[in-house]
């Protein structure tokens, strides 16, 4: 696991041991895993823990994120988070909040389970359910501090996913490319009508990734209406409506 301590040790974290025995074991699991089941394309040592592990702690680099981390009656959810990521790095970083996975597709969430109970993680629960109909249950909508998700559609869509889950004074980010900037003027209105105020955008490099990232940062300022997020497939299959 060097490259994810010097990578992190940039960041500014210094993983512990256990820590650092967690990650590997993570790792072996998710290679072995995915032999079975399809949860991700990279599976290279090195490449798992620059573009997997490094990219999902990369998330601390924002002032808003570690303040909600390390209170421990902060509630998160990383919506769309396939094979833990990002929620499941940081849960091994910053164990005290409490974690959502939400998840749609069963055999990722088996994955979840497996290693939740593995590595004996207490506070984190994995849920199989579509974003659209899981926002729509009390028990989630806006209840959140902190939403999260990482590759999972355009920003239009990901706030549609994610910003019904804040509860007012909550964050999103998101974790995005290059054009995060661009992106996130793009989804303005979207924000807007969802209850959010688009906060800032900060670029990221990461040791030993080429291209840049960035985090998209929007806050909860107001109720997102009822009616959303719409049915499953229509947020994606027609985005809330895009500026320039
Ligand atoms: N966040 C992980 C990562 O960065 O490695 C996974 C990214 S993967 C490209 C997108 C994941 O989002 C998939 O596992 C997919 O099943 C899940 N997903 C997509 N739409 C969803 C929805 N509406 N509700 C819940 N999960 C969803």
Redesign the pocket.
């Known amino acids: 696991m060097q490259r994810l301590v010097d990578g992190a040790a940039a960041l500014g974290i210094c993983l512990t041991t256990k820590q650092q025995a967690a990650f590997q074991f993570y790792y072996q699991e998710l290679v072995a895993w995915n032999q079975k089941f399809n949860l991700?394309a990279i599976t290279d040592y090195e490449q798992v823990q620059i573009r997997?592990f490094l990219d999902?702690l990369s998330c601390l680099l924002a002032e808003e994120v570690r303040q909600v981390l390390n209170r421990p009656e902060a509630r998160v959810i990383?919506?769309?988070?396939?094979?833990?990521?990002?929620g499941l790095p940081l849960k091994l970083v910053c164990p005290g909040f409490s974690l959502t996975l939400?998840?749609?597709?069963g055999k990722?969430v088996l994955f979840l389970d497996h290693l939740i109970g593995q590595l004996g993680l207490q506070r984190v629960s994995a849920i199989k359910?579509?974003?659209?109909e899981?926002a729509h249950d009390l028990s989630h909508r806006e209840q959140y501090d902190l939403a999260l998700?990482?590759?999972?559609?355009e920003l239009p869509v990901v706030v549609e996913?994610t910003l019904p889950f804040c509860r007012i004074g909550g964050w999103v980010v998101a974790?995005k490319g290059e054009a995060g900037a661009a992106e996130a003027w793009s989804a303005s209105q979207a924000i807007t009508l969802l209850g959010g105020e688009l906060y800032r955008v900060m670029p990221v490099e990461l040791p030993g990734l080429p291209e840049d990232r960035s985090l998209v940062i929007i806050k909860k300022v107001s109720s997102t209406p009822p009616n959303y997020p719409r049915r499953?497939g229509i947020?994606?299959k027609r985005p809330l409506g895009k500026r320039g």
């Open positions: 991700t997997h999902s990383d919506v769309g988070t396939g094979a833990g990521f990002p939400l998840e749609a597709t990722k359910a579509r974003a659209e899981l998700a990482r590759a999972v559609g996913y974790q499953p947020p994606s």
